[in-house]
């Protein structure tokens, strides 16, 4: 794929760039951010020794299990908006996933996929995450967006204590996925998504979707933000990317924190 600018039909145009290792494809990306590179450049890798996930944390996957690739951005939206960005970017994912993967995900709020219902005692784990990052000193901000989606996990991984809830398109299809057909389906995706945060009507089409596949609405869940924790029923989220959490004697406004499904008794 070659190319940067949106064409005629304001679709973007991907310029895609392959690495065997990388520490992080975010942390790549940002720097060729700020050195110029354009709206559209895409970063893969094979494996990244030093891949990171949401609040710094460590994100490792066997070379060659997954999926792991960043997109530089440069939307014309208001800060507040950039959730945004995070949605399509969840919404895509869950397209090409089905596309190419056999299964598609649910989204857990704020930035994960999860298996679906169709993938019998594997619903529910971790298929992908999602993070984002924007840097302000460039003219316009850039915004780098990176996911890794779980596609080939070896029949010899036992997953330790941080894979323990997750899981793999492998895993639930029964047969091995193509990465490649995956990131032709997701950028295709992501392009049009993309393309539709210019109008109003695209930015409430989205978050409509997002909603009905958002499996945390809903749900009881355990709400961890930067200075406390609390429990509630997440109800909806709003057209800001904020989870709405019932605690009984109100509804809280979350903009930023880790959320956690809770089962119920029984």
Same mark, same amino acid.
């Given at each position: 794929?070659?190319g940067?600018d949106a064409? &005629?039909?304001?679709? !973007?145009?991907?310029? %895609? #760039?392959?690495?065997? %290792?990388?520490?992080s ?10 050195t110029?590179?354009?709206?559209g450049? %895409?970063v893969?890798a ?5 891949g =990171?996930g949401?609040l710094?944390? #460590? ?7 997954s999926?792991?690739v960043?997109?530089l951005? #440069?939307? &014309?939206? @208001?800060? +507040?908006d950039?959730?945004?960005?995070v &949605?399509?970017?969840a919404?895509?994912?869950? /397209?090409?996933?089905?596309v @190419?993967g056999?299964?598609?995900?649910? !989204?857990?709020?704020p930035?994960d996929?999860? &298996?679906?219902?169709g993938a019998?005692s594997?619903?529910g784990r971790?298929l992908? *995450?999602?993070l984002?990052?924007a ?11 990176g $996911? *890794? $989606? ?7 991984l036992?997953?330790?204590?941080a894979? @323990?809830e ?6 639930i299809?029964?047969?091995?996925? /193509?990465r490649? @057909? ?15 945060l210019a ?9 409509? +979707?997002y909603?009905? =596949?958002?499996?945390?609405?809903g749900?009881?869940v ?6 406390e924790t609390?429990?509630?029923t997440?109800?909806?989220?709003d057209?800001?990317?904020?989870l709405?959490?019932?605690? *009984?004697?109100? !509804?809280?406004?979350?903009a %930023?924190?880790?959320?956690?499904h809770? #089962?119920?008794?029984?």
């Amino acid at each position: 794929m070659a190319g940067s600018d949106a064409g &005629a039909d304001g679709v !973007i145009h991907w310029d %895609v #760039r392959r690495f065997d %290792v990388l520490d992080s494809t975010n942390r790549f990306l940002l720097d060729e951010a700020r050195t110029g590179a354009p709206e559209g450049t %895409v970063v893969v890798a094979d494996f990244q020794d030093a891949g =990171r996930g949401r609040l710094d944390r #460590r994100w490792l996957a066997p070379p060659g299990s997954s999926l792991l690739v960043s997109l530089l951005l #440069r939307p &014309a939206l @208001a800060a +507040e908006d950039l959730h945004l960005v995070v &949605a399509a970017t969840a919404l895509s994912a869950s /397209d090409a996933c089905e596309v @190419a993967g056999g299964s598609r995900p649910a !989204i857990k709020w704020p930035n994960d996929l999860v &298996a679906g219902d169709g993938a019998g005692s594997l619903a529910g784990r971790k298929l992908a *995450g999602i993070l984002a990052e924007a840097d302000w000193s460039t003219s316009p901000p850039a915004v780098v967006v990176g $996911i *890794g $989606i779980n596609v080939n996990w070896p029949e010899d991984l036992q997953p330790d204590h941080a894979l @323990a809830e997750a899981t793999a398109l492998n895993r639930i299809g029964g047969i091995d996925r /193509d990465r490649d @057909a995956l990131l032709e389906a997701f950028l295709g995706a992501m392009s049009v998504r993309y393309r539709d945060l210019a109008t109003d009507g695209g930015r409430r089409r989205q978050m409509g +979707e997002y909603r009905q =596949r958002c499996n945390t609405i809903g749900q009881p869940v355990s709400v961890a933000t930067h200075d406390e924790t609390f429990g509630g029923t997440a109800l909806d989220v709003d057209d800001g990317g904020r989870l709405l959490v019932d605690v *009984g004697a109100c !509804i809280r406004t979350v903009a %930023v924190g880790d959320v956690v499904h809770l #089962r119920p008794a029984g």
